[in-house]
């Protein structure tokens, strides 16, 4: 069953349980390109996982507001989310205001999340660093007291970070999540924005496809298993067990 994506301002959110993650994208395709699998394995788990979109993503050269909106629709049903919206902010012109501050951590005041998954602080991508500063900053706001924003006052425990980057970095992620069981999950999540990722794409392989692929077997290659989803912390990792590693 198809759930509603929100995109009423944070106050007129209808009334839900407290998500335990919420994964905020700059734009619709981010969180499956990023964390897919995770996000599949999470709800697959019994979490309760959220994304924010902060903008419609578009306009791009073979999608509309319309379109991508039916591709999200798609995507959301494929990793079988417990929620979605949208924050409306201006694709391209995505931007650390005070404005947009308030508007995210008054979205983690509604919604309650233990944990905030952001993207990767450095991208060539404007948008993306745009929004790791604005999620970083609401995360304190969250908090505030004797303030206009809805919502009881809330601070979300942690920010974790996921890698949709437009660099070639080779990067030295903090942890590795094993998403064998959930490619699938992923691979349809992402094939979901058709005008994003196979129209007007080169057929010739290795396609986007092909490389996603490529890129999610060898982050499973480095922890022995067969697909994997990589992230980063700025703050230490805690765990109750030994038994927690792999």
């Known amino acids: 069953m198809s759930i509603p994506i929100h995109t009423c301002p944070p106050a007129e959110?209808?009334?839900?349980?407290?998500?335990?993650?919420?994964?905020?994208?700059?734009?619709?395709?981010?969180?499956?390109?990023?964390?897919?699998?995770?996000?599949?394995?999470?709800?697959?788990?019994?979490?309760?996982?959220?994304?924010?979109?902060?903008?419609?993503g578009e306009p791009t050269p073979h999608g509309s507001e319309s379109i991508r909106r039916q591709e999200t629709c798609v995507a959301?049903?494929?990793?079988?989310?417990?929620?979605?919206?949208?924050?409306?902010?201006?694709?391209?012109?995505?931007?650390?205001?005070?404005?947009?501050?308030?508007?995210?951590?008054?979205?983690?005041?509604?919604?309650?999340?233990?944990?905030?998954?952001a993207p990767y602080w450095t991208d060539a991508h404007p948008d993306h660093v745009a929004a790791t500063e604005i999620v970083e900053a609401a995360r304190f706001w969250a908090k505030l007291s004797k303030t206009d924003m809805p919502g009881e006052r809330f601070h979300p425990e942690r920010i974790y970070y996921y890698f949709c980057i437009h660099l070639r970095l080779a990067i030295d992620p903090d942890w590795?999540?094993?998403?064998?069981?959930?490619?699938?999950?992923?691979?349809?999540?992402?094939?979901?924005y058709h005008s994003q990722f196979i129209v007007g794409r080169p057929t010739d392989p290795p396609t986007m496809i092909d490389q996603l692929h490529h890129e999610a077997a060898n982050w499973g290659r480095i922890i022995n298993r067969r697909y994997g989803e990589p992230f980063a912390t700025k703050e230490p990792l805690a765990m109750k067990s030994i038994r927690d590693l792999i």
Request: one cysteine or more.
């Open 13 to 56: 959110l209808p009334a839900c349980e407290p998500l335990d993650i919420l994964v905020v994208a700059p734009h619709p395709d981010d969180a499956e390109l990023g964390m897919g699998g995770t996000i599949a394995k999470m709800i697959s788990e019994g979490m309760r996982v959220g994304v924010l979109d902060l903008t419609t």
């Open 76 to 117: 959301t049903d494929a990793l079988a989310l417990t929620w979605r919206g949208n924050a409306g902010l201006p694709n391209r012109m995505l931007v650390h205001t005070l404005e947009a501050r308030a508007l995210v951590a008054s979205y983690f005041r509604m919604l309650r999340p233990r944990w905030i998954f």
């Open 176 to 192: 590795i999540v094993d998403i064998s069981d959930h490619w699938p999950a992923k691979l349809a999540s992402i094939q979901a």
